[in-house]
Every structure is written in structure tokens, then in C-alpha cells.
């Protein structure tokens, strides 16, 4: 396709699409592997992987077969109705994890909004009336739904919506007195990134989950680790919070899990699901026999010692290539698996726009950081020439 075609698609979107994002001046139509193709046939190494979603690379073999046969099949089933991947899916979650129970949606916000409901319901059942309170760290992000949002820290996005969720306390991350102080006998439930993602990826201590687990069980409050971001082997291990020896009451997931496909799911503990009854929470589309067929690949792929080790190697290949190149603009790097955040002594915003015309995405976390979030299955030859890339955009050498 051509320039004009482009513009036209571009103008369309302008015209039409409510502008909640502000979206790169090109038209993405392919993809494959680690690779994303627009209309006029450029090729990009894609790092942002749709935001931590293409965790097997664009249109895995594996997860596209198990898409159409199941789109052959039966492609919608509501949740009045018994249906095989559902079933097969909240098995092996439970079996992969803490989890006893799985309730699916289809988004990250939705499984948030959920785990807050759930927690709700929970303290209210057990304890009666007033013990609501939700605690929430500093910098974190949920999801931008009221609830999602109530528990997210950032001023901006909350301002023009309040009033939000009542009794949301937030607090500094990692700040070990600060949590003892905040998770009282009012405290209903804790909501937790293992590490940040939006925020900027930075990391929960160990020690300081280790209090945020001790200070729930002493007062009868939920541990919720929001795992949408790290969860599916980003960080190295199944889940993020498995690098610790905590574990949650509740844990969210999204983004990796539907292949592609919009799929939420909100894992709990038997001791939270015997709080629930039919009618306390619903999806239509949920759980739906589509996103669990491609979630059931993604996640017997991702669960794999060979991935989880292949992640780790090619976490460290790319962090020591990075350092190498010894940036003067380069502050920090923090590499936890394949979630990297490479913090700047400037804005990190022009370097996400511009990189397109190197022939590489990425994303930024906050205002200083590039983050960098490829398919799990990179290759060390695509991070090689992820790198060639990379210095020549961040030197200004003309693409
Ligand atoms: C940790 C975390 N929680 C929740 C969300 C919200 O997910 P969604 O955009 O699917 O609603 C995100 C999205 O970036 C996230 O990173």
C-alpha cells in the first residue's frame, strides 16, 4: 500500500476514533514473530510486544491453530452455559499456581476490578460492616476503570473522575514502617505490582511483600498481587511473585494470557471464593472458548523451564549490551527477566517516537525511562540488531 493509503487510514482515526492515545504516524498491518509490518512494508523489531501481550512473538503457529479451530468450532459460549476451555483453563491456573478458584473477564482492569470486589465481599462476610479500607502503593498502576483507578497513583488520571472509590490509602513503596502503620484491623485488602511496570520497573523488596503478607494475616486483610504485567514468565519465573517465598490471597492476570485475544482472569484461595455467590460478579464474555483455547498455549508455553531459562539468558545477554555501550544519558538499568527499564538523564518520550525510523518499538515508563518489554522467544541475533539500532537512535545518528 501506499503513503496516501496511510494518511487516509491515519485521517480516519482522527476523524473517528476518540483520541484517549496519541498513536505513531504509522499503520501497522502484520506480524510475525518479533516483528511488526506496516502498509508500506516496513519491518519493525517490535520491544514494546503490545505492551507485555505478544509474549510468544506475533501469530505463534501454536496460538493461531488453536484460534481458528476453536473459532470453527464454537466461538462463543455465555457463562449460562458449561464449556470445555473454560473448564481445562481454570484447571491448569489452579495447577500453575496458589489458586483454587478462577473468575475470567477480558481485560487487566476488569480482573482488578474484580480482586477489589472480591476483597470486599470477603471482609464483609467475615467481618461485618467497615472494614473497607484498601491500601495501595505509590507510583503503581491497575487499570483505569473506577475501581482499577482508585487504587492507582497518578494525580492526572484521577483528578477530572473523582469522586472515586472511597477509603484508598496510599503509600510508599517499599517503605517497610509505612505499611506496618497503614494495614490495620480496617484494612480489607493490599494491592501489589512485584514490580512495577507503568511506574517504571521498580521492584518490591523482599522483605518489604514479606511484611505486606505478615501485616494481612495479622489483621485479616487480602494480599493482591496484580500480575498483569509480570505475570506468564516475564520476569523469569511463572509468576514475579515467585521469585519471593510470598503468596497472595488473590493475583490478577491479562495482557500475556489470551495470546493476543482480551482475557482477564482473577485467581483466589478457596478462603476467598467461599465468600462469593452467584449474582456477586459477572461477564458476558469471560472466559470465553476463543481466549481460553489461545490461553491454554500460552500458558503450557510460558509455564516451560526451557522458556523460563531462555529468559533469563537473554535478560542478562541484553542488560550486559546495553551497559556495554556505556550511554552517557543512561542513568540506571533495571532488568527483572525480559521487563527492562533503562532510566535516562532526559525524556524518554522523544526516544519512543522516534524510534520507528530505526526500525525498532519500545515503550517508556514515566518520564525518564525507556522500557523495554520484548516477545519472551527473542533470539540473541534480534537483540543484536535491537542494539545496532538502539545506539544509533539514542547518539542521534540520522536513521
Ligand atoms: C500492572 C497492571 N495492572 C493493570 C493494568 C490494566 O490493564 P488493561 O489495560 O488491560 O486494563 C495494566 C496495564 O498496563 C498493568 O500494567
Known amino acids: 500500500m501506499d503513503k496516501n493509503n496511510t494518511q487516509e487510514i491515519i485521517q480516519k482515526e482522527k476523524d473517528f476514533v476518540l483520541p484517549t492515545y496519541t498513536r505513531l504516524p504509522f499503520v501497522l498491518t502484520s506480524g510475525k514473530g518479533s516483528y511488526v509490518y506496516d502498509n508500506e512494508g516496513n519491518q519493525y523489531l517490535d520491544f514494546g510486544a503490545g505492551i507485555a501481550v505478544s509474549a510468544l512473538g506475533h501469530c505463534d503457529d501454536e496460538v493461531v491453530n488453536a484460534i481458528q479451530q476453536q473459532a470453527h ?6 457463562n449460562l452455559y458449561h464449556s470445555e476451555p473454560h473448564a481445562h483453563l481454570a484447571e491448569k491456573l489452579c495447577q500453575h499456581s496458589f489458586a483454587d478458584k478462577v473468575f475470567f473477564s477480558n481485560s487487566g482492569a476488569e480482573a482488578v476490578e474484580a480482586a477489589l470486589k472480591f476483597a470486599r465481599k470477603y471482609a464483609h462476610t467475615k467481618y461485618g460492616e467497615g472494614k473497607t479500607r484498601l491500601v495501595a502503593f505509590s507510583n ?21 473522575f473523582r469522586p472515586l472509590v472511597p477509603d484508598v490509602e496510599i503509600i510508599p513503596l517499599n517503605d517497610i514502617e509505612a505499611a506496618r502503620t497503614a494495614i490495620d484491623d480496617n484494612t480489607c485488602a493490599v494491592i501489589v505490582e512485584a514490580v512495577q511496570g507503568e511506574g517504571g520497573i521498580f521492584p518490591a523488596s523482599e522483605e518489604f511483600l514479606l511484611t505486606l503478607r505478615a501485616s494481612c494475616t495479622r489483621h485479616g486483610a487480602l494480599l493482591i498481587m496484580d500480575e498483569i504485567q509480570t505475570g506468564f514468565g516475564r520476569t523469569g519465573k511463572l509468576w514475579a511473585h515467585q521469585h519471593t517465598s510470598v503468596q497472595p490471597d488473590i493475583m490478577t492476570l491479562a495482557k500475556a494470557l489470551g495470546g493476543g485475544l482480551p482475557m482477564g482472569a482473577t485467581l483466589m484461595t478457596d478462603a476467598v471464593a ?20 489461545a490461553a491454554l498455549v500460552v500458558l503450557e508455553r510460558t509455564q516451560r523451564q526451557d522458556m523460563l531459562d531462555h529468559v533469563l539468558e537473554m535478560s542478562a545477554y541484553l ?3 546495553i551497559t556495554a555501550l556505556q550511554l552517557p544519558q543512561v542513568v540506571a538499568i533495571r532488568s527483572h527477566g525480559l521487563m527492562i527499564g533503562i532510566e535516562l538523564d532526559c525524556k524518554a518520550k522523544p526516544f519512543y517516537e522516534t524510534a520507528h525510523h530505526y526500525g525498532i518499538l519500545l515503550l517508556t515508563a514515566g518520564p525518564n525511562v525507556i522500557r523495554l518489554l520484548p516477545p519472551l522467544t527473542i533470539t540473541k541475533v534480534e537483540i543484536d540488531q535491537f542494539i545496532q539500532a538502539f545506539v544509533r537512535m539514542i547518539s542521534g545518528v540520522k536513521p
Open 73 to 78: 468450532t464454537l466461538s462463543h459460549v455465555c
Open 140 to 160: 503503581g498502576f491497575h487499570g483505569r476503570t473506577f475501581g482499577a483507578l482508585s487504587v492507582t497513583d497518578r494525580e492526572k488520571y484521577q483528578a477530572p
Open 274 to 293: 467461599a465468600c462469593i455467590e452467584v449474582g456477586d460478579h459477572g461477564s458476558t464474555f469471560g472466559g470465553g472458548p476463543v481466549a481460553a483455547a
Open 319 to 321: 542488560t550486559s549490551e
